[in-house]
């Protein structure tokens, strides 16, 4: 069975400041990716990175970098230099198929001024 | 490239009716997903469809169906509606890879279904 696990229900970062959102997970499947996701109030579900699971290094894309602890199993969300648009509901995801998607019951981000 | 979309964006039903949702994926994505989000819940996997067929299915009860046409488009039909299906449904369409080779999804905006 599949299962994400996201332990911090709500998080606060103060504006230029860096945040890490937990996400751990747990899978038999050798092989699947992890995504993470951002769902501003207005409902959309917005990709943010992607890591598979035998990439050697760390994802980063912008002010995104996904921390893979493959032994762990913990993709934590690092966020640089957060911006008051920052703020919204954070979601890990996990595939081992590409056709399936598990996910986590997310994580409020609010960055402070 | 246009996104995925989703019709209608709100819909307000009654107990016992049916209700069909649109999602109209990105040009060349041949897999669509389908969600259900609520607050008690968060985010549970539908369907998913690829090639007009349904390739994996959540743990919804029958009256949840959808489908997919050769287009890509795909449609979900939920029938008897009860109090409890209240939620933001949404679709997420990709590639569709599989193996060592996997896309991420992209997901509409998402219908917002009430029921009365």
């Known amino acids: 069975a599949q299962k994400i696990t996201q332990t911090q229900p709500g998080m606060f970062v103060q504006e230029k400041e860096a945040v890490t959102l937990d996400c751990t997970y747990d899978?038999?499947?050798?092989?699947?990716?992890l995504f993470w996701y951002k769902q501003p109030s207005s409902g959309e579900m917005i990709f943010l990175i992607y890591q598979g699971s035998y990439d050697q290094q760390n994802a980063t894309e912008g002010r995104y970098s996904l921390n893979f602890q493959k032994a762990r199993k913990s993709a934590n969300l690092v966020i640089s230099a957060s911006q008051l648009g920052d703020s919204a509901m954070y979601f890990c995801a996990m595939s081992p198929t590409g056709n399936q998607f598990y996910f986590g019951t997310g994580t409020s981000l609010t960055v402070i001024p | 490239k246009a996104g995925v979309t989703q019709t209608p964006r709100y819909l307000i039903k009654t107990r016992g009716q049916q209700v069909t949702l649109s999602c109209s994926p990105i040009?060349?994505?041949?897999?669509v997903s389908w969600y259900q989000q609520t607050p008690g819940q968060g985010l549970q996997f539908l369907f998913e469809?690829?090639?007009?067929?349904?390739?994996n299915k959540g743990n919804f009860p029958g009256r949840f169906s959808g489908r997919q046409f050769s287009n890509s488009r795909s449609e979900m039909n939920v029938s008897t509606l009860e109090l409890g299906d209240s939620a933001l449904y949404l679709c997420?369409?990709?590639?569709?890879?599989?193996?060592?080779?996997?896309?991420?999804?992209?997901f509409g905006p998402g219908t917002r279904l009430t029921v009365l």
């Open positions: 899978t038999s499947d050798p092989s699947y990716g």
């Open positions: 997420a369409s990709s590639l569709g890879g599989g193996g060592r080779v996997l896309y991420e999804q992209f």
């Open positions: 040009s060349g994505h041949r897999s």
């Open positions: 469809y690829f090639s007009e067929t349904q390739r």
